[in-house]
């Protein structure tokens, strides 16, 4: 009886951890993909990349000064989802999702390694069961 719960432990461990592995490459994919768009393809043919840039700095801009006074002080860092869960004993994941729609769209906008942060607090907020 044990060993049969041993092994169906670390089958949904398995499976949990599947699903965590592809939301990571998910996320790191869909960030290399519109990255590359944005700031490579289509810009490559325009003859004015300034006032490209600034366009499309200004939109994302824009899309991330909304989200953040729809969704409040997003997006979580892992010390964060760290410290809340040392305090409360568990993270809540409830936004989740929308710390990283918001850090996908930062990281777009060209920003550096920092807002990848919330993808390893997704991981630990989702490992929290």
Not at 5 to 23: C, D, E, P, Q
Not at 45 to 72: A, R
Not at 80 to 104: C, D, I, N, P, V
């Amino acid at each position: 009886m044990f060993e049969r719960k041993k092994f169906f432990l670390v089958l949904l461990g398995l499976m949990y951890s599947s699903v965590l592995a592809l939301i990571s490459y998910a996320f790191i994919m869909t960030e290399k993909i519109l990255s590359h768009i944005l700031w490579e393809s289509v810009s490559q043919g325009l003859h004015v990349n300034f006032v490209y840039s600034l366009l499309v700095l200004t939109i994302l801009c824009s899309v991330v000064i909304f989200l953040k006074i729809e969704w409040g002080n997003l997006p979580k860092t892992s010390h964060e989802l760290l410290h809340e869960f040392k305090a409360k004993g568990t993270a809540s994941y409830r936004k989740t999702w929308h710390s990283l729609l918001l850090a996908l769209v930062i990281l777009i906008s060209g920003a550096g390694v920092g807002p990848e942060a919330p993808l390893l607090g997704a991981v630990i907020a989702y490992s929290i069961w």
